[in-house]
């Protein structure tokens, strides 16, 4: 980080802290404020926005952890998130569990299914890692509508989830389940913050940079590869169980295909690969950029109306891949560091250029 | 039909020709994704969209399902198909220049990305351009009611019947497998990209233009998408779909090995072989497994012999 001269930390505590300045404070708190006020000043379709954006935050927080940190590339979160959609469902449905149980309970179950994808990370690494992941990306919704047809909805792709309960309050309406997903988004990005600066996310960043090297330092590389697919799994497992239960249905009819997976990777890398603001700022700007151009299909369809079936469905794709390839070859570190950039800038002024 | 066993043996012999007929297409398209592998390393995720373009763009050529004669553009299927393959050799050469030139000495992910953008943009595009929905009036050759009967005299119920498409397919499909691989072996350009495959700074030492064999080794990419494109559409119709059903050649690729282009076009059988294979077993009782099989294969390869039948073992130096 550039820092002024003269501007160092006195302490342990002061060198560790998260929230370094006064600015930092109001900053978090400000944000804060707005996030958990949000329903009570904005519509429906803001809340319903804020509520997508915050799970899909959570998947490409996991994603981010095993791609951006420790290098290995997926191409299956959003089959994890159906496996901790399902898991979720099913312990609600037929284990009669609370939501608030079956959640954890899913993420671990996603967990485990990463797991045993991510035993493939040890013989092979690269691209042939990611085609590892594009057949657990092919076989687990293939898995979800070719097998248990009475518990997993069968060719439908689908079953209904009930909507979660807790004390009196009814989380139906999307404008109380958003608080579920805000405080989800928050722990978990608490605990990445923390994963990030400590011994396992040092070791994960090794395994990055150079695999061989890393072990030769003492890094398990099967341990903590294992410990970034665990993790990854098990954050889609609890976005996935967010999402299955605010769209009260579950199954390979809501997405969760192929498409899905290249999006998170999208989004991590519009955000930035290995930031704990990249997830943010990507996932952010990909949903904002998903309404932007169903507004366009939408005008353009009104125009056209003989051709709205191609024009609502095609701007998705097209405004997505252009982005994506304008950022790799621009900015290929993504929005977050440019937020540092002008940080710098600011921090540094005059000295700026 | 069955008699308990796990082969419907009955069915075995006419669905293990199918299968090699139908991986002939899928080994054409594995060759086109292992050729950009060879000379610059990239694996082009959007291969697949390659060949759903070029059959789009074949169907537009031969007048697009507008009443006969009304269309824009109205060619026979021979000059559309040429047509097409010019369009879509333009086609590589942009992406080359303008997506892939930009990335060079970036790192694997950013690559993999940059070719899943394209495929994104791709498939965007051509719902644009052609509409969403399936389009069945390709104009085949043959009708899919043709069918070439080989007798059989046995018990495999005295005859193997062919579908003409499938085996016309197969022969263009390995007609043009067999003439790329002779003009990678034999003639001077052909050897100008296997140099460079081999190494880019001695290629350039020996006077060969690294950048113009990237150029052309994606514009005879998208020249053997567009092929593979319109083998598919005469057997199963043009789609959205056909992007998804060209990943198949995923698998076929990892089996055949990264490097090697014979290789490509034996896992492409493979492949196919498998497919066929399952849908005469007794697996086919599980809806639609014969389009699972293909990736449980691709795990298999890769925790036993992750560089594939053909393929180079990389060792590596810190």
């Excluded at chain 2, 050729?35 to 082009?44: D, P, T």
């Amino acid at each position: 980080m550039l820092r002024p001269a003269g501007d160092f930390d006195r302490s342990y505590e002061q060198d560790m802290a998260l929230l370094r300045r006064p600015w930092h404070y109001w900053l978090l708190g400000i944000s804060l404020l707005a996030a958990f006020t949000l329903p009570l000043w904005g519509d429906a379709y803001l809340v319903a926005t804020a509520n997508q954006i915050a799970y899909t935050i959570i998947a490409v927080q996991g994603l981010n952890i095993l791609t951006g940190y420790t290098g290995q590339i997926s191409l299956s979160q959003a089959a994890f998130m159906l496996v901790g959609g399902y898991a979720s469902a099913l312990l609600v449905i037929h284990a009669g569990l609370p939501f608030f149980i079956a959640l954890p309970l899913a993420a671990l179950a996603a967990g485990a299914i990463g797991l045993i994808f991510g035993l493939a990370s040890l013989r092979v690494k690269g691209f042939y890692l990611a085609f590892a992941t594009l057949a657990a990306q092919f076989i687990i919704p293939w898995l979800s509508r070719h097998t248990f047809k009475e518990y997993l909805g069968g060719a439908n792709g689908a079953i209904e989830v009930p909507v979660p309960q807790l004390g009196g309050v009814n989380f139906g309406e999307v404008s109380n389940f958003f608080y579920i997903s805000l405080v989800v988004l928050l722990i978990t990005t608490i605990l990445l913050f923390n994963v990030s600066r400590t011994r396992l996310g040092r070791a994960f960043v090794s395994v990055r940079d150079n695999d061989l090297a890393a072990e030769l330092l003492g890094v398990n590389l099967f341990a903590y590869k294992l410990r970034a697919f665990f993790i990854a799994a098990m954050l889609a497992g609890l976005a996935g169980a967010i999402k299955a239960h605010s769209q009260r249905g579950v199954g390979t009819e809501f997405g969760y295909g192929l498409n899905e997976s290249i999006i998170f990777l999208g989004m991590l890398v519009i955000g930035g690969l290995g930031t704990n603001l990249g997830p943010f700022l990507g996932v952010a700007f990909i949903v904002l950029l998903e309404d932007l151009s169903d507004l366009l299909g939408g005008v353009l369809a009104a125009a056209f109306p003989e051709l709205s079936g191609q024009l609502l469905t095609s701007f998705r794709p097209i405004f997505f891949g252009v982005a994506l390839m304008l950022f790799l070859i621009y900015e290929p570190r993504g929005l977050s560091h440019r937020w540092q950039l002008l940080r710098a800038g600011w921090r540094l002024r005059p000295f700026t250029r | 039909m069955y008699d308990g066993g796990l082969m419907n043996w009955p069915l075995v012999p006419q669905q293990f020709v199918t299968g090699i007929l139908n991986g002939g297409t899928i080994g054409l398209i594995a060759l086109g994704i292992v050729l950009i592998y060879k000379s610059s390393e990239v694996f082009n995720f959007a291969h697949g969209h390659l060949v759903m373009f070029g059959a789009f763009l074949t169907w537009w050529f031969t007048g697009g399902g507008a009443e006969p004669g009304a269309g824009l553009i109205d060619l026979p299927l021979w000059a559309a198909v040429i047509a097409a393959l010019i369009v879509s050799m333009g086609i590589g050469l942009l992406i080359e220049r303008f997506a892939l030139r930009p990335m060079t000495g970036q790192p694997l992910l950013a690559i993999m990305l940059m070719t899943l953008g394209l495929a994104q943009l791709f498939e965007g595009a051509t719902a644009v351009l052609f509409g969403v929905e399936l389009k069945s009036n390709f104009p085949a050759p043959f009708s899919p009611s043709d069918v070439l009967i080989i007798p059989f005299p046995g018990a495999f119920g005295d005859a193997i019947r062919l579908k003409y498409t499938l085996v016309a397919t197969f022969g263009v499909a390995v007609l043009a497998a067999v003439v790329f691989i002779w003009f990678f072996n034999s003639t001077k350009t052909g050897l100008a990209m296997r140099a460079t495959a081999e190494d880019h700074e001695v290629a350039r030492s020996v006077g060969i233009k690294v950048s113009r064999v990237f150029g052309l080794s994606w514009g005879i990419a998208g020249v053997i998408a567009t092929l593979g494109g319109v083998l598919l559409a005469t057997v199963s119709g043009v789609s959205l779909n056909l992007s998804t059903v060209a990943l198949i050649a995923f698998p076929a690729i990892l089996l055949g090995g990264l490097e090697s282009l014979g290789g490509a076009l034996l896992g492409g059988f493979a492949i196919g072989l498998v497919q066929a294979l399952v849908q005469a077993s007794r697996l086919i009782e599980v809806r639609n497994s014969s389009e699972i099989a293909p990736y449980l294969l691709l795990l298999v390869v890769l925790l036993i012999r992750p560089e594939g039948l053909f393929g180079q073992k990389r060792i590596e130096r810190i």
